[in-house]
């Protein structure tokens, strides 16, 4: 391990052993057991008397994004640099990681923008990803169908997807993105996911992913959508579609 890098000595330890997937499992980080004004921003984007309103769902949104690349950001790599200022100099730690973030269309861009806003220099990549009901019932496939990445060998892979129902799309998505490098390092973004979409991906991923989230709920309907949840994230950002 690089000597140089800036950790505290028990994420560290930790990380030795991080990449051993047969030891360890997906490690969830759910931010909605903590008391925070997170919590605010949730409820808003929840309720049916505030989230009609599209300009405010898509700014809490991308301000949950900001939050949760903020608490990402503790588990990247960093190391020394020395800078000039006007006075003097200064060491500072920065992260060394090259970042890519991946984020699934429509729903995914006001949290793409949130990730953004605080990784200004990583890679973007974008990925259409949507919901089929071939007989207009309850059974749908997920299908693929735009994708635009650079390279994610030896990089950290930020794929964001607000909504975690079924875990179908980003199954799909990491399929999709096998034929673009290894990456080094995988979290997943979401807003609100589902108990059994939490256990699906974590059967999918590597055992070494975080998943950054913001709310876990129980259940999924018979349509795949999480119960109680907050309805289409799409939709109520860019309105409905066809």
């Known amino acids: 391990m690089i000597l140089n890098l800036i950790k505290p000595l028990n994420f560290v330890i930790k990380n030795v052993f991080l990449f051993k997937p047969h030891l360890y499992k997906m490690i969830v980080h759910n931010l909605e057991k903590a008391h925070s004004i997170l919590n605010q921003f949730i409820t808003e984007i929840r309720d049916v008397n505030i989230q009609k309103d599209s300009l405010?769902?898509?700014?809490?949104?991308?301000r949950i994004g900001e939050i949760l690349s903020y608490e990402l950001?503790?588990?990247?790599?960093?190391?020394?640099?020395?800078?000039?200022?006007?006075?003097?100099?200064?060491?500072?730690?920065?992260?060394?990681?090259?970042?890519v973030l991946c984020s699934i269309l429509r729903a995914g861009l006001p949290l793409h923008q949130g990730l953004l806003n605080y990784f200004d220099k990583a890679e973007n990549a974008f990925i259409s990803a949507y919901r089929h009901h071939p007989d207009n019932g309850d059974n749908f496939e997920?299908?693929?169908?735009?994708?635009?990445?650079?390279?994610?060998?030896?990089?950290?892979?930020?794929?964001?997807?607000?909504?975690?129902a079924t875990g179908k799309t980003l199954e799909n998505t990491l399929r999709?993105?096998?034929?673009?490098?290894?990456?080094?390092?995988?979290?997943?973004?979401?807003?609100?996911?589902?108990?059994?979409?939490?256990?699906?991906?974590?059967?999918?991923?590597?055992?070494?992913?975080h998943l950054w989230i913001a709310a876990i709920d129980e259940k999924l309907n018979s349509r795949g959508y999480i119960i109680p949840g907050l309805g289409d994230a799409g939709d109520l950002s860019f309105g409905t579609k066809l």
């Open 176 to 209: 999709a993105l096998k034929d673009y490098g290894s990456p080094k390092q995988i979290h997943l973004v979401s807003i609100i996911g589902s108990e059994e979409g939490v256990h699906y991906v974590e059967k999918i991923f590597p055992k070494n992913t």
């Open 142 to 164: 997920v299908i693929v169908n735009y994708l635009a990445a650079p390279s994610l060998q030896n990089k950290t892979l930020i794929l964001a997807d607000p909504m975690l």
């Open 56 to 62: 405010r769902f898509r700014r809490n949104i991308e």
């Open 73 to 99: 950001s503790k588990t990247l790599y960093y190391g020394t640099k020395n800078i000039k200022t006007p006075l003097g100099t200064k060491d500072v730690n920065t992260f060394n990681d090259k970042l």
